[in-house]
């Protein structure tokens, strides 16, 4: 994969940025066009928040990473092939296992949700390998 400059952190959420827009047109990952509300930058990412705690597959692929990540929560990639990934994160429960192929529309996991909040919220990213 692709590393990411170990600099300023804007630096590094502009080059997260730049990843997502080339991975856009690579991959159809059929998001909502409106989210419960508006998604919020972390890490290159977004949150999306959810009434619904299923988290589900953007695209299918094969889980490469299943694990805990500090501020992350448990934490799913995917590989679609072609050099593509989706990251998944906040999930308080994983569905899936590793090098398990996974469909599009799949339930990988369910949502991360503080105590009193109605809304479920997961992180997601998409990162594009490219050549140097």
Do not use: C
Request: hydrophobic letters at 40%; glycine letters at 10%.
């Amino acid at each position: 994969m692709r590393t990411m400059p170990q600099s300023h952190p804007q630096e590094l959420t502009e080059a997260w940025l730049a990843l997502q827009r080339e991975a856009k047109e690579a991959l159809d990952i059929g998001l909502p066009s409106e989210p419960a509300e508006p998604p919020k930058p972390l890490w290159g990412g977004v949150i999306i928040n959810a009434e619904n705690p299923l988290v589900l597959a953007g695209a299918s692929g094969r889980p490469i990473y299943i694990g805990f990540v500090n501020g992350l929560g448990y934490v799913v990639v995917l590989d679609h092939g072609n050099r593509t990934y989706t990251i998944y994160g906040l999930l308080k429960e994983v569905l899936i296992h590793n090098l398990e192929r996974v469909a599009k529309g799949q339930a990988i996991g369910l949502a991360h949700t503080e105590p009193g909040r109605r809304l479920y919220a997961a992180y997601f990213a998409v990162q594009k390998e490219t050549t140097r």
